[in-house]
């Protein structure tokens, strides 16, 4: 627009009297060339500006104007080259003007030659004195090389031109920055901005200053103000969203990544922390869509590594595995995608896959133990023992101490009666250099049952229940054990607590089944007690959040509440209302059960009661264990049903699988139900107790119970 305003002057300045017809012609050709370049310059057609600029001076080639205005729009175009060829002509045709030096520092500076383009910025001031625009484009230039001479240049300016130096004060609040004062530095940037408000230069300079300064409210504030001029700076988004997380204000973060990713979905710094957002509140699901429209997982490979992750926390475990492939395809020579794409593969049971990929991997890191291991476990599991052998035995030949190949060649072998003596050696060094390691003592456990040795087999199995009480293998094995020794009680319990603790079907609850035949009802009866003591435990202490929903007359209530057992008597609930306030409570002690009145019309008290008073009796007899040491005791079973037990005047029905219990039913009494059991510290504890009666029903579920276990007191050894 500037130099569109000057076409104006310009056609006065090349109207100038001449004797000759053809010089003014050319002019007047000139002066049409130099306004048609004008017009492209201000439609922003600027090659198409700079040819008729070249015309021009190709009919006018002593126009100094010309020559200076194809000067800067070559370098408003990055074109230095032809601003230089403009600028030295410029020179050639008037030497002697303060402008032309002034063209030419500049374009010196923009090829950075520094040193010429100081020489051209003092020779205009010499010529010129007081050129404002000179003063202030060479005090910028020696910032860097002579702040002091910088300093006394801006600051002439400044009193010079005192409304016209916002560019100044920003200048000098560089040097200020530079130097280390930083508050001079903000009040030069707060006295440029009251002269340009608007200016994104001034405002970002002060914003930064204040985060040097470590004023970040006053730094947001700034930011606040720039994002109100450019709404939709994304890299300005994410920047303020970070300063917030620093903050520690992660909600207000949260909002401005989320307005980035609006803006530019494949955002990547907002696709990362919105990710790892949600990975924090354990919401894979949502960390796999946001991340996975990064822009940057073309270009990172970690970042896939990330998604895959998430994917598979998702349980997503197919996605996961693309992700890699993908990956892989893209970088094959990257070894922890392909070993994590290995991994995946043998998780989707496509284990020959994986074992040709770990070998790829092992071609490009052979020292790679954990990838060796992972390759020796698949191909142990494939039942190609002998190339798992090879693998195992390579490792400890580089580390003979490897506590976790020794055991894993041993059981290798014991499981499959090979080499029993060489694969108890390796097992008990494994056990010296780890002795409480419940996984090695059971493989030495085994591979003593394995050559026959029973009696010891028992013992080292029993010191790995002990200590790996969780683990369904465990216990399938000590079954094996006792019964080769003849001790049938203790193998019936052993096979009974695998059953509980697998996953899936396990043969411990067949062998378990067809043992159990030898016992009379009493016998069994007795050792279902026993078997259901240990697989539930009894509870030194619980507590949980739990939800409380109830029908009473065909009245519906729901409340949330905090149940609470201090064993070996003591239960209570405690039912919440907003913001946590108690509502009412309920309590069973030494002294017996009490509860709060109920007000409520149309809700028969005594039939709640009832209710709750026989579900708290019956969950403190499971949780303190007294349930399962009523005597005497009696397995019953009838044709083509379920077994129950018969315990003193109470009936405890089992489950489908005759593991778990399933519901106690007092005299007189409608059943209690436990369901919904979870794994905690070996033991199954139950996350729904109901009951429902003539007119009620009543259900406690408990949200992620935590529990102490009383010493489990162990199983018999007959």
């Known amino acids: ?15 100038r009297p001449t004797p000759a017809a053809s010089a003014a012609g050319a002019q007047a050709e000139a002066q049409k060339l130099f306004l048609r370049g004008s017009l492209l310059e201000h439609q922003g057609d600027y090659p198409g500006a700079l040819k008729a600029f070249e015309a021009a001076l190709a009919a006018d080639p002593g126009s100094a104007y010309i020559c200076g205005e194809a000067a800067e729009l070559a370098l408003e175009m990055g074109d230095t080259d032809k601003a230089l060829s403009f600028a030295q002509r410029l020179l050639d045709v008037s030497s002697g003007t303060a402008q032309s030096r002034f063209i030419m ?28 625009e000179t003063i202030l484009a060479l005090g910028s230039l020696l910032a860097q090389k002579s702040p002091d001479q910088a300093r ?35 009040s030069q940037l707060q006295a440029g901005l009251a002269l340009e408000p608007e200016s994104l230069p001034l405002h970002y300079a002060l914003a930064q200053a204040y985060e040097a300064s470590a004023s970040t409210e006053a730094a947001l504030a700034e930011y606040q103000q720039i994002l109100g001029l450019d709404p939709t700076n994304i890299p300005l988004i ?111 049971k496509e284990s ?17 133990r954990e990838a060796r291991f992972q390759l020796g476990t698949i191909l142990e599991r494939l039942n190609r023992v002998g190339e798992a052998e090879k693998e195992f035995r390579r490792l400890l030949a580089d580390k003979p101490d490897d506590a976790a190949a020794l055991n894993y060649l041993g059981y290798s072998l014991a499981d499959r009666g090979l080499k029993l003596a060489e694969a108890e050696g390796l097992i008990r060094e494994a056990v010296r250099l780890a002795p409480t390691n419940a996984a090695y003592l059971d493989s030495l456990g085994w591979v003593l049952y394995k050559q026959g040795r029973s009696t010891e087999a028992v013992s080292e199995l029993r010191s790995a229940a002990a200590r790996g009480s969780e683990d369904a293998t465990v216990w399938d094995h000590l079954g094996d054990a ?28 067949r062998k378990a089944a067809a043992l159990q035949r030898r016992f009379s009802p009493e016998d069994l009866g007795e050792l279902y007690l026993e078997d259901l003591a240990a697989v539930h435990g009894r509870e030194a202490r619980l507590s949980a959040v739990c939800r409380v929903e109830a029908v009473v007359l065909g009245r519906r209530f729901a409340y949330d509440g905090l149940l609470t057992f201090r064993g070996p008597g003591e239960l209570s609930l405690d039912l919440l209302g907003p913001l946590f306030t108690p509502l009412f409570r309920v309590r069973l002690g ?78 007189a009494g409608p059943a209690v139900t436990f369901d919904d059991y979870v794994k905690v510290a070996g033991r199954l504890v139950p996350r729904t107790v109901s009951v429902a009666g003539r007119g009620y029903t009543l259900t406690i579920k408990l949200d992620r119970p935590k529990v102490e276990f009383l010493p489990d007191r162990g199983a018999r050894a007959r």
């Not at 627009?1 to 109207?15: G, N, P, T, Y």
């Not at 002439?156 to 200048?171: K, M």
């Not at 020959?352 to 790679?368: D, H, I, T």
């Not at 083509?640 to 109470?650: V, Y």
Request: glycine share 6%.
């Open 482 to 509: 006792c019964f080769a020794a003849g001790s049938l009680d203790s193998a019936w319990l052993a096979w009974k607590r695998a059953a509980a603790l697998a996953e899936g079907p396990l043969a411990a609850a």
């Open 105 to 132: 520092g500049r374009v010196l500076w923009a090829r950075d030659d520094l040193a010429e383009a100081q020489a051209a910025f003092e020779a205009a001031l010499k010529l010129a004195p007081h050129s404002s």
């Open 352 to 368: 020959g896959k994986a074992a040709a990929l770990l070998r790829q991997v092992l071609e490009l890191k052979p020292a790679w």
């Open 1 to 15: 627009m500037k130099r569109f305003c000057a076409v104006a002057l310009f056609v006065l300045a090349c109207v």
């Open 238 to 348: 994410d920047h303020v969203g970070e300063l917030l997380a620093a903050g520690g204000d992660i909600a207000g973060a949260r909002s401005r990544f989320e307005a980035a990713r609006r803006l530019q979905p494949s955002d990547p710094f907002a696709c990362q922390w919105l990710a790892v957002d949600a990975e924090k509140a354990g919401d894979w699901a949502r960390a796999v869509d946001t991340l996975k429209t990064s822009a940057a997982l073309g270009e990172d490979p970690s970042l896939n590594l990330r998604l895959s992750y998430y994917a598979t926390q998702a349980g997503l475990l197919s996605d996961a595995v693309r992700i890699l492939k993908a990956a892989h395809e893209r970088w094959p020579g990257n070894d922890q995608i392909a070993y994590f794409l290995a991994l995946g593969y043998d998780d989707l």
């Open 152 to 186: 006394k240049l801006l600051e002439r300016y400044v009193a010079e031109n005192p409304d016209e130096a916002s560019e100044a004060h920003y200048q000098l609040a560089k040097l200020e920055f530079d130097a280390g004062r930083l508050s001079a530095c903000i």
């Open 590 to 667: 030494p002294e017996g059960f009490s509860m709060d009145s109920i007000r409520s019309e149309g809700v028969d008290s005594g039939l709640v009661r009832q209710a709750v008073d026989q579900v708290f009796a019956c969950l403190r007899e499971f949780l303190s264990g007294e349930l399962f040491a009523l005597r005497p005791a009696r397995y019953e079973k009838r044709w083509f049903r379920r077994g129950w037990l018969k315990a003193a005047d109470r009936r405890l029905d089992l489950d489908a699988q005759g593991v778990r219990l399933a519901a106690v039913t007092a005299p």
